[in-house]
């Protein structure tokens, strides 16, 4: 098998990236293409770059375009990453919002520490109020990981101690040494996947947050702005948006209004006068 990637193989394969998942792999990262890919490789018994990208552009390599993006993609995430969103959500997002069945949608999931950190804020927070979480990423491979809900104990770090005892059962026997959420938390998440480059298919009536956090980051400017559009079409009146705090969106144009750098909200409802009976 020949692992090297030679420059115009190189290219197209970062543009396949680009224009499917809308992700910018830099130019100087053909190495780390060759280390997450060349497994793909090996296994499917390809002997070339060339004959992997020839697979992956052709109507038989559907498959394989999903477990390549998978490779590609980064997943980082851990519970309660970025706090100061979680206690805003408690404290100014929550208590906004009308006394109705909530919708909350995470977006970019990853392998599920975001939504469940969400799912324990709901739950704590809004007592016996109806609330509804969809969580999606476009990576199956992180969205089993996610289904699952089994975490290793060392990715607990943030995780306040009162949701740790609540909502988190210590794995035994072969679980040794991991962490589940609760069955029933993790019933009231539902996983699906979607490719935010395209509008959400749903039927719900829009949602009251959506968190969408270090995703944006690799997008370009016309990508961010693309997928931005998707994401408020989706929010409801008075809903709100919150972003990553490294996630830029200098020239983007958001019709919303900014709280905090990565916070947003949508105007309220506009209420009708009711008309007097003649
Ligand atoms: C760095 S993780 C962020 C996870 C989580 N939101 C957090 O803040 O911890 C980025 C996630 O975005 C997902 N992603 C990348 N491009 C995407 C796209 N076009 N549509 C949907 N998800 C995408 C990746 O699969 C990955 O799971």
New binding site residues.
């Given amino acids: 098998m020949n692992t090297t990637l030679d420059s115009a193989t190189f290219m197209r394969i970062r543009d396949y990236v680009h224009c499917h998942?809308?992700?910018l792999i830099g130019a100087e990262k053909s190495s780390m293409v060759v280390s997450r890919l060349w497994r793909r490789l090996e296994l499917l018994g390809l002997p070339t770059f060339e004959q992997y990208l020839a697979l992956v552009t052709s109507p038989e390599g559907a498959a394989e375009r999903v477990h390549m993006l998978d490779q590609l993609?980064?997943?980082?995430?851990?519970f309660f990453?970025?706090p100061a969103h979680f206690n805003r959500l408690q404290q100014q997002i929550l208590p906004s919002l009308p006394r109705r069945p909530l919708r909350v949608w995470?977006?970019?999931?990853?392998?599920g520490?975001?939504p469940y950190s969400l799912a324990m804020v709901l739950q704590d927070t809004l007592g016996n109020q109806p609330w509804e979480l969809v969580a999606?990423?476009?990576?199956t491979k992180?969205l089993q990981q996610a289904r699952r809900g089994i975490y290793r104990l060392e990715r607990l770090e943030q995780m306040p101690p009162a949701y740790l005892k609540r909502y988190c059962r210590r794995g035994v026997e072969k679980y040794e040494g991991t962490l589940m959420i609760d069955a029933e938390l993790r019933r009231k998440v539902e996983f699906r996947e979607?490719?935010?480059?395209q509008p959400l298919e749903d039927r719900g009536g829009g949602f009251d947050v959506i968190?969408?956090?270090?995703?944006l980051i690799?997008f370009d400017q016309p990508t961010k702005q693309r997928?931005l559009d998707h994401v408020v079409a989706q929010l409801r009146p008075g809903g709100w948006l919150v972003t990553?705090h490294c996630d830029s969106l200098i020239g983007i144009r958001l019709p919303l209004q900014q709280i905090i750098p990565s916070v947003f909200v949508s105007a309220p409802a506009q209420h009708q006068p009711q008309k007097r009976p003649a």
């Fill in positions: 998942a809308g992700i993609t980064t997943n980082e995430t851990y990453r970025e995470c977006g970019a999931a990853s392998t520490e975001e999606t990423d476009l990576s992180v979607h490719n935010l480059l968190f969408l956090r270090n995703v690799y997928v990553g």
